[in-house]
């Protein structure tokens, strides 16, 4: 992984002029030239990684192939990891991408033949491509969200009724329960606190929050008039949650009371990447990008020079923006900040970065560390050796972990994934 350039500025003083940088993604087409050829999905699982999906349909054929390509350089170079149809020619009815989901480095996708599975995914550690394939799946599976490399809830919608089956998925899926409504967003912090926005009968919809994994879940927003349109957990488990004329709110506690961000436009907001209770990014219409320092109350705008719907990503030394140009089938585009601004100072923030060795803790020139912590996803305390400015996690399974870190100028946290090796 690229070492993090971090430069300090004050969010007012950030110039919007070249404030984005145009990554391009490579195709890798081969075989006939009449393929009618298109971008399924980008998405970025980390600072310079991420997964591109390209499809076809085959002339001939009555459904796409696809090919998977893994970049750990910002798209500079990538590699060819998966996908079938070989050439992309004379195959059809292959698979449905589900997508990636940070931070997890698994990508995962089911096949379009057929309504039942397997699931299954393919992760990418230190340029060793893993498959991991699941069983026992008995519906479409519609949206799916991982917690761990080996374990992901999934939503299965049924067709022919107004209601879903949610499935916790270890080898196999596992019955978990079946909710009413339709779903629209599912999204877990851990594996037991997650939340769910849902289509209910009557044309309301709702935010659920569930803390036992889906054994039970409660309402803590009702939004008659449909206008949430996306949220998202902090790693400090701030939920925040965005929707249309600028709605934005966040609650620090499980949805028992919202904090009100400021309505900075009047456009709805798509999608938010949140850091931690203080700092989050939005996107929205028409290359709309804003960032907020104190809670969303106030928002500095970041705009893309380009008309697309926006899609944010953030992750601890890199922004993301991405979306589709209107009217044109398949040509999404890719942009990354070329500034990254600072985290608040109720977490680690900005000022550490994963590399293929652990954790590299980024700190002020006159900041040293005096205690830190890591415990796994059951709290227990591991052991890590600490040199200079690296966190070790080389004796470390694959899961997700917890540090805690105290400075000579202020106490931090995060949580992060760590792959594990092979």
């Not at 449905?96 to 379009?112: A, D, I, K, N, W």
């Amino acid at each position: 992984m690229h070492s993090v350039c971090l430069i300090l500025f004050h969010l007012s003083a950030l110039l919007v002029s070249g404030q984005w940088q145009r990554l391009y993604p490579r195709f890798e087409v081969v075989g006939t030239s009449n393929l009618h050829h298109y971008q399924g999905l980008v998405s970025m699982t980390g600072a310079d990684n991420g997964f591109l999906v390209e499809s076809t349909d085959p002339p001939g054929s009555s459904g796409p192939s696809s090919r998977i390509h893994h970049t750990r350089n910002d798209w500079e170079h990538s590699e060819h990891v998966g996908g079938v149809g070989g050439d992309l020619a004379g195959s059809c009815c292959t698979v449905r991408p589900l997508g990636s989901y940070p931070p997890s480095t698994y990508f995962y996708m089911v096949p379009l033949a057929g309504q039942a599975g397997p699931l299954y995914s393919l992760s990418v550690v230190n340029g060793q491509v893993t498959r991991h394939d699941f069983a026992n799946f008995p519906a479409v599976i519609e949206m799916i969200c991982p917690t761990s490399d080996t374990t992901a809830y999934s939503v299965e919608h049924h067709q022919n009724g107004d209601y879903f089956w949610l499935r916790r998925t270890h080898s196999q899926s596992v019955f978990v329960d079946t909710l009413s409504g339709r779903p629209r967003q599912l999204a877990f912090s851990d594996s037991e606190l997650g939340a769910m926005l849902i289509d209910v009968h009557g044309g309301q919809r709702e935010l659920q929050v569930t803390e036992d994994g889906g054994a039970s879940w409660s309402t803590i927003m009702m939004d008659s008039a449909q206008t949430i349109r996306h949220f998202n957990w902090a790693p400090d488990e701030t939920l925040w949650v965005v929707g249309d004329s600028g709605f934005n709110v966040r609650s620090m506690n499980r949805g028992l009371s919202w904090t009100a961000g400021s309505r900075f436009t009047s456009e709805p907001i798509l999608s938010v990447a949140p850091f931690t209770d203080e700092h989050a990014w939005v996107g929205g219409p028409s290359g709309m990008v804003a960032a907020t320092l104190d809670g969303g109350s106030t928002w500095q705008l970041y705009p893309l020079e380009d008309p697309i719907p926006v899609r944010v990503q953030a992750f601890p030394g890199a922004v993301y923006a991405s979306g589709r140009l209107s009217g044109t089938l398949g040509e999404g585009r890719l942009f990354r900040s070329t500034i990254v601004v600072p985290f608040g100072h109720t977490t680690l923030g900005a000022w550490w970065t994963q590399t293929p060795e652990g954790v590299s803790l980024l700190l002020k020139p006159d900041e040293s560390i005096t205690d830190f912590q890591v415990h796994d996803q059951l709290g227990r305390l591991i052991d890590v050796p600490f040199s200079d400015v690296l966190i070790s996690m080389h004796q470390c399974a694959r899961g997700a972990y917890h540090l805690s870190l105290v400075t000579n100028k202020r106490q931090a946290s995060t949580k992060f994934f760590w792959p594990g090796f092979d």
